[in-house]
């Protein structure tokens, strides 16, 4: 079965804050794709990053930075020095490589505080 | 990227009536669109993946006689809800998908239906 979790329903910190959204997934395919979404107030889904199961380098964007762990089926989110802007529902997809067709995970809301 | 609308943003209809929402491609010519579902506070759900020139793939569970799907141009798929019920209020987002199933979505700004 394909399926994404993200156990986190709900997240609050305090601005400045460094904060992990957690995402584990599950596939028996060995070529897939990993992507994170997130989804503001205005509901408009904006691409983060996108992973295919053969490259498990992290990667790092300014103050967001990702951990693809195969051996855990993990692909977590870190935002360091949150802020108010990053307040928003963050999805976790699974992309299967033959179709294109992403399973999202069920979200994880954020909330930064000033 | 790709840049993607979506039209109406919202609208509001009575219960047995027909509602269309148009999503297009505007920066590149798209074989491929997705639809998706979502209801307040849930995830997303693919409903049906949209080809040009062919007819959609749906989803198990989803009725292909009511949410009828029209791909016809390149930039140009419609979502047709036939005989709307006010279970099928929701958030309904298209996305697109330049050069093959390994690259990442882009999705428009969503439609948001009520059904009175």
């Known amino acids: 079965a394909q399926k994404v979790t993200q156990a986190q329903t709900e997240i609050s910190v305090v601005e400045k804050e460094d904060v992990t959204l957690d995402c584990v997934y599950e596939?028996?395919?060995?070529?897939?794709?990993l992507f994170w979404y997130k989804q503001p107030p205005s509901g408009e889904l904006v691409f983060l990053i996108r992973r295919n199961s053969f490259d498990e380098q992290n990667e790092i964007s300014g103050r967001y930075s990702w951990n693809f762990q195969k051996s855990t089926s993990s692909f977590n989110f870190t935002i360091t020095a949150s802020q108010v802007v990053d307040s928003a529902v963050y999805f976790c997809a699974l992309g299967l490589s033959n179709t294109g067709k992403l399973i999202f995970g069920q979200g994880t809301t954020l909330q930064v505080k000033p | 990227g790709a840049v993607v609308s979506q039209h109406p943003s919202w609208v509001i209809c009575k219960s047995g009536t027909s509602v269309k929402i148009e999503c297009r491609s505007l920066d590149f010519q798209a074989t491929t669109m997705f639809w998706y579902r979502q209801f307040p506070k849930q995830s997303l759900m693919l409903m049906a993946t949209?080809?040009?020139?062919?007819?959609?793939?749906?989803e198990q569970g989803v009725e292909k006689d009511k949410f009828l799907i029209n791909h016809a141009s390149l930039t140009l798929s419609t979502l047709t809800v036939t005989s709307a019920h006010p279970e099928d209020s929701s958030f309904y987002i298209c996305s697109v998908q330049k050069g093959g199933p390994h690259n990442e979505q882009f999705f428009g700004p969503g439609t948001r239906l009520t059904v009175l």
């Open positions: 949209s080809n040009e020139g062919s007819k959609a793939t749906y």
């Open positions: 596939t028996r395919d060995t070529t897939y794709y």
